[in-house]
């Protein structure tokens, strides 16, 4: 059992974006704006937070904006400079700074199970965390905290699985599970993604944060594609789940209980939008006295 410490995360951000079309055509997803900072910046604020600053995005054509939006910009830095706007001047700087980013583009839409594998130079022989760009996890849930505690206890991988109505598990991985006596992680028994309503195995949803033993990379290169022909890091993890400790198996999960919003899915991004700004000290307060104006107006009423 590999048994070191997580330092690096990395963050699959190859995906086309077709949910969100005509904004993806020549912007990534992963660039739209959440209040007033990319998505993928709340995401990779996560991952710092939670100690992990060495950090590589797995982008593919069309997503430098990405690069650019995590390095230094001199021109803006001297204009801002220039016109003593020292708050945007920080916050500028801030996203250049958050962390160590690396990049590595995928060549080909093979598959989130294929994207992770694009990481292996970078990661070795070390346990790693993998955040996906589309789920964004309310801050203060220390979520992945919790998961890198369950690896420092148990080694393997580690999921985080939330409840969903049964009609919505046909939109995630799925997975079966056991108890753990005295402890709130639970032990993964078997993962399918994206079963039917009929033959999913619980409503436990994998949610896009996962603490993986580097033993997942040898399983991925031997996975063959799954579900919509591309290959899964789901199905990974079933394998994961029923090797030997000694081997790097073994999967745990975490049950979330807190607030993720799927900035992939136009009615999630735009709960997301409303409750952060809402929650913002800054726009908070003038924005929920307009809120409030709005849902009791004639506008607002369906009739
Ligand atoms: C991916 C995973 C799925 C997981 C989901 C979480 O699916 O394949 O197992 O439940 O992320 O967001 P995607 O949403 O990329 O289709």
Known sequence: MSSNRVTKAVIPAAGLGTRFLPATKATP???????????????VEEAVDAGLDDVLIITGRNKSSLEDHFDRNPMLER?????????????VMAAAELAKV????????????????????????????????????????????????????????VLCLMEVHESQIHLYGCAAV?????????????????????SAPSNLAVIGRYVLDPA????????????????QLTDALKTLAQMPASEGGGVHGV????????????????QATVRLASARGDLGPDFRAW???FVVSAEFRDD
């Open 79 to 91: 204009t801002l400079f220039t016109k003593n706007d020292h708050d945007r001047l920080a916050s």
């Open 102 to 157: 690396h990049y590595v583009r995928q060549g080909e839409p093979r598959g989130l199970g294929h994207a992770v594998l694009c990481a292996d130079m970078h990661v070795g022989e070390e346990p790693f965390a993998v955040l996906l760009g589309d789920d964004l996890i309310d801050t203060g849930n220390y979520v992945l905290e919790q998961m890198l505690a369950v690896r420092e206890e148990f080694g393997g991988s």
């Open 255 to 270: 049950i979330f209980k807190g607030r993720r919003y799927d900035t992939g899915d136009k009615q999630s991004y735009l």
């Open 291 to 293: 809120l409030r104006e």
């Open 29 to 43: 997803k992963e660039m739209l704006p959440v209040v007033d900072r990319p998505a993928i910046q709340y995401v």
């Open 178 to 198: 056991t108890p753990v006596i005295g402890s709130e992680a639970v032990k993964v028994k078997d993962l399918v993604e994206k079963p039917d309503t009929e």
């Open 216 to 231: 997942v990379f040898d399983v991925l290169r031997n996975t063959p594609p799954g579900r919509g022909d591309e290959i």
